[in-house]
């Protein structure tokens, strides 16, 4: 009873996960864990789907353990992407709050990290190191999208 | 606050209200602990923001929710040490002077209806100075016998649940973060993000009340202070923060902090009732700058209720829980909106269902995989 929101709750999970993922390269063990007391860790059933196109985006994922694909609303067979252990997804829906552009389903039983984008603003707010950080390497992240997007663009 | 994108339909805003009412009925009844339990989430509030500081500095939660529990405290206790002598001096005046205040208030309630009858034939005629005084002396000379020591009695009821407020938020501040995070595990996936944008607005607004409400109160305290004292009243700050807190019970507590500054202003300057009218015109113009700029811009800025509706509910909050309903009405109606309006949302969208249905069918073919048909 008195262990009720004990150990289950210990933000320290998620500590390791993040330490090796790019988005957070960079922050400190003490910027790590501050980080980590925001994530909470969602377990995912092969075929369920995270989210939709279309639905209001509020929340950044990192895949812990597991396979994503992300597709068009419904077309799981053709997926625009494929992302394993370490990948981030949902990004843009940091930035702007606007709808998804894409579904996400995981394509293997997983587990994820889930930062709300409300505590992710609050975050930027509030500890300046940690936001220009997590900027850069934000930055880093679209800028090689547009890379391979130019590439694919250009490719005859 | 931001509003979930979805509008919230009739039915759901009739359930809001009704739901509004009903734990308006039922905090009554345990008043004992819904009281502690208010001052202890505007205690948690107020220092909310310092350990969120020490949080983005690293600290643990639960050595940040000691450090400001502690800091609170000494400095609590410094500012009574360093301050006793003087609130022990404006409270034995007022002691002292507390009958002297009450002669003056009925003379100067007096002296007005006099005014009145004098120049109005049909005051005269209904004897309106006459009836008024004869009821008041009466309650007055009665007063101690028949409500003092009721009053006793509900100050030894009340002072052991008053003494939870402090133990209240200093477990709301250190274990606040892990029921949040305990209610999160226990929502399906498919309502997840949705969960987690009403917790935020939930919080979004309690914060924005309480913080609101601290802010109102010192704003209107500094007001009726500098105003009190530039027409000479007595004890202005003391006035003016027990008229602002008096004000957190809509109308009746405005109507008694009224009461109490026209008092002292009647006695103070027995001669001049232009000093009491002066007081009352104050204490106008400090409600209607409030309500209009001081209110909008605080508390609510938080709710984003329409003002008729505010106002309705206030009245119904009192007729099913009298003063306890006056002063909790707001916000538990501002926190039962927004859940009412994001579980509308999240129950009435048919994908979001189908998505958890669909989540559960997987759950259960997984389990049964090994199980004979």
Not at chain 1, 95 to 112: F, K, N, Y
Not at chain 1, 116 to 133: C, P, Q, T, V, Y
């Amino acid at each position: 009873m008195f262990r009720l929101f004990g150990a289950a709750n210990k933000p320290a999970g998620a500590f390791p996960h993040l330490a090796s993922l790019p988005l957070f390269a960079g922050l400190s063990p003490r910027e790590l864990k501050i980080v980590a007391a925001l994530v909470h860790e969602r377990g995912m059933l092969a075929g369920e789907v995270i989210f939709d196109e279309g639905e209001e985006g509020q929340a950044i994922y990192f895949i812990h353990s597991g396979e994503v694909v992300i597709c068009r609303q419904g077309d799981a067979g053709h997926p625009i992407a494929t992302l394993g252990a370490g990948a981030v997804f949902g990004e843009l829906a940091l930035v702007d709050g606007g709808p998804r552009s894409a579904q996400a389903r995981a394509a293997a039983e997983c587990t994820l990290g889930v930062m709300f984008r409300g505590d992710f603003l609050a975050l930027m707010e509030s500890h300046a190191a940690i936001a220009a950080k997590i900027s850069f390497q934000l930055v880093r992240h679209y800028a090689a999208i547009v890379r391979r997007m130019t590439a694919a663009g250009a490719r005859p | 606050m931001s509003r979930p994108r979805h509008a919230a339909g009739p039915l759901v805003w009739v359930l809001v209200l009704a739901a509004t009412c009903l734990l308006l009925v039922v905090f009554q009844k345990v008043l004992w602990l819904v009281v502690p339990f208010l001052f202890a989430l505007i205690a948690y509030y107020l220092v909310l923001p310092l350990q969120r500081r020490l949080l983005l500095r690293g600290v643990s939660h639960d050595a940040a929710a000691v450090v400001v529990s502690v800091g609170i405290f000494a400095v609590l206790g410094l500012a009574m040490a360093f301050s006793m002598p003087w609130f022990g001096a404006q409270l034995s005046a007022l002691q002292a002077g507390g009958g002297r205040y009450l002669e003056g208030g009925v003379r100067f309630l007096g002296d007005t209806l006099a005014w009145l009858e004098a120049n109005f034939a049909f005051v005269a005629r209904a004897q309106l100075g006459e009836t008024a005084m004869a009821g008041l002396t009466d309650h007055i000379e009665n007063f101690a016998s028949r409500h003092l020591a009721g009053a006793a009695l509900t100050v030894a009821t009340w002072f052991p649940s008053l003494l939870l407020v402090p133990f209240l938020a200093f477990f709301m501040l250190r274990d606040g973060w892990r029921f949040k995070r305990f209610l999160i595990r226990a929502v399906p996936n498919a309502f997840f993000e949705r969960t987690l944008q009403l917790l935020d607005q939930l919080d979004r607004t309690a914060k924005g009340y309480f913080q609101g409400l601290i802010k109102l109160t010192a704003l209107d305290a500094v007001c009726l202070a500098a105003g009190l004292w530039l027409i000479g009243v007595s004890s202005p700050l003391l006035l003016g923060i027990v008229t602002a807190v008096l004000a957190w019970v809509p109308y009746v507590g405005s109507i008694a902090g009224c009461l109490l500054v026209v008092l002292v202003a009647a006695t103070d300057h027995p001669g001049s009732p232009s000093v009491a009218y002066a007081a009352i015109a104050l204490f106008v113009a400090v409600r209607l700058l409030d309500d209009f700029v001081f209110m909008p811009a605080t508390v609510g800025r938080s709710l984003h209720m329409h003002p008729l509706l505010t106002v309705l509910m206030i009245f119904a909050g009192g007729a099913v829980a009298g003063v306890a309903g006056l002063v909790l009405v707001l916000p538990v109606l501002g926190l039962v909106a927004v859940i009412g309006e994001t579980l509308g949302a999240v129950l009435a969208d048919p994908r979001l269902r189908a998505r958890h249905r669909s989540a559960c069918e997987l759950l259960r073919r997984q389990v049964t995989r090994d199980l004979p048909a």
